[in-house]
């Protein structure tokens, strides 16, 4: 049987990828799991948010199935404007539905915590929903520690949700 994982390529996002990023993450605000977003996003209304970013120092990663569809992304965002905090990164990944339980987030979180340090980053942080365990695990798995706790932060679907901070250092 043929290894999905082989059959994946990983590289940097274009602008013309910009839709199917936008398509992957709007996707996932009704399950109200992974972003803070309660309404769809315009292509339109991302393209700062894309063009803010660097392949050499902030990049956009997509991920590319066998028939060459993108099925996921991974972005390395500045945690804060200010200067000194340059070293630390904030990542997110989204896999679309369909690609799901296929290791994908695991892949491409091993590759952002190899490729950091060449970035420039000595700290990944992630932000993620206390109810999502499913972030949580994978994260842990991968050495990243609870740094933070904001409780009641967001309303979710009429819910008051949680927000964890992980953390961890991808250079001694």
């Not at 274009?14 to 992974?34: C, F, K, Q, R, S």
């Not at 206390?130 to 991968?142: C, I, M, Q, V, W």
Request: aromatic share 8%.
């Amino acid at each position: 049987m043929p290894d999905p994982e082989q059959d994946l390529k990983v590289r940097d996002a274009l602008e013309a990828d910009l839709p199917a990023i936008v398509a992957i993450y709007n996707a996932t605000i009704p399950g109200g799991m992974v972003t803070a977003d309660v309404e769809p996003v315009t292509t339109a209304s991302r393209l700062p948010w894309f063009r803010s970013h660097r392949p050499d120092r902030r990049p956009i990663w997509v991920v590319e199935d066998a028939s060459g569809s993108i099925c996921a992304w991974l972005s390395f965002s500045d945690y804060h404007p200010r200067p000194a905090y340059y070293p630390t990164s904030e990542i997110s990944i989204y896999v679309a539905e369909s690609h799901r339980r296929r290791r994908i987030a695991n892949q491409l979180l091993t590759r952002a915590i190899e490729r950091a340090p060449s970035l420039g980053i000595n700290v990944i942080v992630g932000l993620i929903w206390a109810h999502n365990e499913p972030s949580l695990r994978l994260f842990a798995k991968h050495g990243f520690e609870r740094w933070g706790h904001l409780p009641r932060v967001a309303i979710l679907r009429s819910r008051e949700r949680d927000l964890v901070i992980v953390g961890r250092r991808v250079v001694p």
